[in-house]
Nanobody, 122 residues
Framework: QVQLVESGGGLAQPGGSLTLSCAASGFTFGNYAMSWARQAPGKGLEWVSGIYSDGSDTYYADSVKGRFTISRDNTKNTMYLQMNSLKPEDTAVYYC???????????????WGQGTQVTVSS
């Protein structure tokens, strides 16, 4: 079955760093665009960053640009989010997402992980 498992969350001090991982299984990882989204307490889901299926292009929300780096290793079926210069407002549950559109069958596939908590506090 399809699984996306996030890890690497935890407590960090302002200005600190964390690296999140998203391990995928049950589907052809290399065919899927991947992204990270987050949800802060009492707020809606916010898209954070995305990466093409082959890693050739990446995208970032303005709120994290220059501080976060998304990457993937298709040989390990894993995506990463390197988070530097963390701020208290980065506190949220971080989710990974996999998305693929089959042009032939006109079917979209969209999977979510269970999330990992990131807390930035002194």
């Amino acid at each position: 079955q399809v699984q996306l498992v996030e890890s690497g969350g935890g407590l960090a001090q302002p200005g600190g760093s964390l690296t999140l991982s998203c391990a995928a299984s049950g589907f052809t990882f290399g065919n899927y665009a991947m992204s990270w989204a987050r949800q802060a307490p009492g707020k809606g889901l916010e898209w954070v960053s995305g990466i093409y299926s082959d890693g050739s292009d990446t995208y970032y929300a303005d709120s994290v640009k220059g501080r976060f780096t998304i990457s993937r290793d298709n040989t390990k079926n894993t995506m990463y989010l390197q988070m530097n210069s963390l701020k208290p407002e980065d506190t949220a549950v971080y989710y990974c997402n996999a998305e693929y559109g089959d042009i032939v069958t006109q079917t979209e596939y969209n999977y979510w992980g269970q999330g990992t908590q990131v807390t930035v506090s002194s």
